[in-house]
C-alpha cells in the first residue's frame, strides 16, 4: 500500500537557459546540498544539450537529472526530436511533460501529453506532467474544471508514485511573480488527488507526487510547501540561482 511520500520533491526546470559555464553552478549546488540541511529530493533539468554533462557532475551525489520534454516514440524519422530513451541514455531519471510553453508554443495537447508520458514510462523515466489553468479560465471560476479534466486526460492504469508525479502550475503565476493563495494551491492538489484515486485507487494515488509550480521563491516556498497535498516544487526562474533553488529546497 503506497503511502505519501514522506521526502518532498524540489525540481528545476531551466528552460532555454544555460550553457557549460552553468556546470559551476551545479558544482555549487552539488556542494550546498551535501553540506546538509536539505530534506528534499533535488532534481534539474537543464537543456538537453546540458542533459550528460550536468549528470556526470552530479554523479554520484542525491541530485536528479532530467529532461523538459520527450518524443513519445522510441526513435524514427522526427527530426530536431529527442525521444525518452535517449534521455534516459544521457543520465536523466525525470522528464517534464505538458509544461504549459510546450503546450502553447508547439500546440500539444492532452493526448499528445499522455503519449509522452507513456514514452517516458517505457524508457524508465518518472514522467513530471504539467496542468493548469489560464488566467482567464481562473477568473471564470473554471480552474478546478479545467485541471480536473486535464488530469483525466492524462490517466492510464500504469499511473503510479514510481513513475508518476503531477505538477500544478497555473499558467498565469509562471514567471510572473503571482502565486494562488495557499487555499486556492491547496483545493487544487486535493481535486488532482481525488482525480487520480478515481482512475486508480487511493493507496496508488496517494504515492504520487503532487508539486506546485509558478513563481516559488525562497520567500514563498515554506507556505506553499506547507499547503494540503503538496509534495514539492517545479521551479523555473529560483532554479537558475544555486542559493536560491537550495533555499527552497530548506524551506521544506
Ligand atoms: C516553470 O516554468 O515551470 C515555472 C514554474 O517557472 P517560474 O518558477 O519561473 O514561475
Known sequence: MAARNPRKLIAGNWKMNGSRNS????????????????????????????????????????????????????????TGDLSAEMLA??????????????REHHGETDAMVRDKMRGAWRAGLVAIACVGETKAQREA???????????????????????????YEPVWAIGTGLTPTVADVAEVHRLIRATIAQAVGPETAAGVRLLYGGSVKPGNAA????????????????SLVADDFLAIARAC
Open 23 to 78: 556546470l559551476a553552478m551545479v558544482e555549487a549546488l552539488r556542494a550546498g546540498a551535501g553540506a546538509g540541511g536539505v530534506g528534499a529530493d533535488l532534481l534539474v533539468c537543464p537543456p538537453a544539450t546540458l542533459i550528460a554533462p550536468v549528470a556526470q557532475a552530479l554523479a554520484g551525489s542525491a541530485i536528479a537529472v532530467g529532461g523538459q520534454d520527450c518524443h513519445a516514440l522510441a526513435s524514427g524519422a522526427y
Open 89 to 102: 541514455e544521457a543520465g536523466a531519471t525525470h522528464v517534464i511533460v505538458g509544461h504549459s510553453e510546450r
Open 141 to 167: 471560476g473554471e480552474a478546478l474544471a479545467v485541471v480536473g479534466a486535464q488530469v483525466k486526460a492524462l490517466l492510464e492504469s500504469d499511473v503510479g508514485g514510481a513513475n508518476t508525479a503531477i505538477a
Open 223 to 238: 507556505e506553499l510547501m506547507a499547503a494540503d497535498d503538496v509534495d514539492g516544487a517545479l521551479v523555473g526562474g529560483a
